[in-house]
């Protein structure tokens, strides 16, 4: 094993869960003692301060969401209620993402907060075989979201030199990658694949350009096993998988262990850092535990958060639980499938079908022909659902083989999905993963409420 | 070293940093380093021996004009 904290990634079952169990009553201790956002809700809920005997009786506590926390913040400016330490003790802070102040969640950090969560960050890089020493790319441009902090202290826990990459075009990231050679880099999948058309409409392989290049992080995105495949191959490095959001101490608390985000021909397991966060996969309508394989909502509690703590905080994203033998790591910590997560708040419904974009991203990327897509939903002329998806080509192609890649792709989205879709060839470089490759590409548009609005149906 | 001497040695880098932290007048400017460097001790001890890690609210004191 490729251990970064020994004594604890040597735990076994029985004494994680004790010692999760042991800093869970501690810190619902102190929560409930600073806290008057839980203790309210909790008081409401029939609770009292007390000792817990099982880390099962978490479920006794409400769950939170982001509506509660934005209301929060929005009646007691800027860090809400929640925040339960005086605010001359914020440090750092973390911004969800969103588009205007009113609906980005804050999440205030001591300086405990900030030293923990680089901690746990540099945990995904390290189990990535990043050494003291390396020279690491990153590729998310730097701004008050997760980005900033948890990387940069993250890579600094290592050894590592934080070498930022991510507020230029691809083309220039080339550019300064080949400037200084790298050891690791963090990427989000799509920039990934964009970073790799550009270097092969060039004629060239990003593995001869970068022959250093040892290992590549991901996050932020689901992705299909023939893609992590192609893009190993390609930049001949390994790939990992990391999970963190601004909720969860604004950095990862999972990643791959050292076997990777595909393990064989398998999907990688996401370890959960469980020294620090209480992790349950619920069913999204009735909260109960859902089986080990079955998909569920991941609801966090960060037990060893100072400032504005989150406990039992439904994230709405969608997961798919692995038991912690099925891995062969021998680390004895639960995890999820990598490559997975997606939002539940993704799903359309498309012509009576719920679509998750992430089975579409399965389809469309399993052929090397396609180098992006960008798909729109919005109504057609007489009153019905119209899915268009714009195919942009990685490589030129005459008209019969472009017009059998589509065909063939029509029939397996038909297939699987359920849902016939409107296909349309387009350059590459027009698709907005490339015009704004800085940003996290939203591949779909659903244009029907606004069509409605306007009358337009 | 030893685990427990590791363990020590941090817990005396957390002492000695929050023992600075107290630190004001013309030495007020250390202080928030002192912070750090209690708070950097902290999570490294956290990260070998979770039971001997605690809160470190009682360091961060209040707001003070320079």
Not at chain 1, 174 to 179: A, D, V
Not at chain 1, 184 to 211: H, I, K, W
Not at chain 1, 386 to 401: H, T
Request: glycine share 8%; charged share 25%.
């Amino acid at each position: 094993m490729r251990m970064m904290h020994p004594n604890l990634e040597r735990l076994d079952r029985a004494e994680l869960e004790a010692l999760k169990l042991r800093r869970l009553n501690r810190f619902l201790e102190r929560v409930w003692a600073t806290n008057p956002f839980y203790r309210e809700r909790w008081r409401a809920a029939g609770l009292a301060p007390g000792g817990l005997d099982s880390l099962d009786r978490i479920r006794d506590f409400p769950v939170i969401d982001k509506a509660d926390l934005l209301a929060d913040q929005e009646a007691s400016p800027p860090y809400g209620t929640r925040l339960g330490v005086p605010p001359e003790h914020v440090y750092e802070i973390t911004l969800s993402s969103g588009t205007s102040g009113n609906t980005q969640e804050v999440h205030p950090h001591t300086p405990r907060d900030a030293q923990l969560r680089g901690i746990l960050h540099s945990l995904a890089f390290w189990w990535a075989g990043a050494h003291p020493g390396d020279i690491l790319a990153h590729h998310v441009g730097v701004s008050n979201s997760a980005s900033h902090g948890s990387f940069h202290r993250g890579f600094r826990a290592i050894g590592s030199m934080p070498y930022l990459v991510g507020y230029a075009g691809f083309e220039k990231r080339i550019e300064l990658m080949q400037s200084f050679g790298i050891d690791v880099m963090y990427v989000m999948p799509s920039a990934l694949n964009g970073l790799t058309q550009l270097c092969e409409s060039r004629g060239v392989q990003p593995r001869d350009l970068f022959p250093k290049l040892r290992s590549m992080v991901m996050s932020g995105e689901a992705w299909p096993i023939d893609f992590v495949e192609r893009m190993e191959e390609a930049w001949g490095a390994q790939i990992f998988e990391g999970y963190g959001a601004s909720q969860t101490y604004g950095g990862f608390v999972m990643s791959n262990c050292e076997r990777g985000a595909v393990d064989g021909r398998a999907r990688g397991v996401l370890h959960w850092y469980e020294w620090a966060v209480l992790l349950e996969v619920l069913h999204p309508d009735t909260l109960e535990p859902v089986a080990a394989g079955e998909p569920g909502e991941l609801v966090v509690t960060l037990f060893e958060k100072e400032a504005s703590p989150l406990v039992r905080f439904r994230t709405r994203d969608k997961v798919v639980l692995v038991p912690w033998a099925e891995c062969s790591c021998g680390r004895q910590l639960d995890g999820l499938e990598a490559g997975t997560i997606s939002r539940w708040d993704d799903m359309l419904k498309i012509k009576g079908e719920n679509v998750f974009p992430n089975q579409v991203d399965e389809i469309v990327f399993a052929r090397p022909e396609i180098g992006e897509y960008q798909a729109r939903v919005t109504i057609g002329g007489r009153g019905r659902d119209v899915a268009e998806i714009q195919v942009g080509l990685s490589e030129p192609l005459s008209d019969d083989a472009a017009a059998a890649l589509l065909g063939s792709l029509r029939d397996e989205l038909k297939k699987r999905v359920n849902v016939s879709f409107d296909l349309v060839p387009v350059p590459l470089d027009s698709l907005p993963a490339y015009t704004t490759p800085d940003i996290k590409p939203r591949r779909w548009t659903d244009e029907r409420q606004q069509r409605l609005k306007e009358g337009g149906a | 070293m030893t685990d427990a001497e590791v363990i020590a040695a941090l817990k005396e880098i957390r002492r000695l940093g929050k023992e600075l932290s107290a630190l004001d007048g013309d030495h007020l400017a250390l202080r928030n380093r002192a912070i750090e460097i209690a708070a950097t001790a902290e999570v490294m001890l956290w990260s070998l021996a979770p039971d001997e890690s605690e809160w470190l609210d009682g360091i961060y004191g209040e707001r003070e004009d320079a």
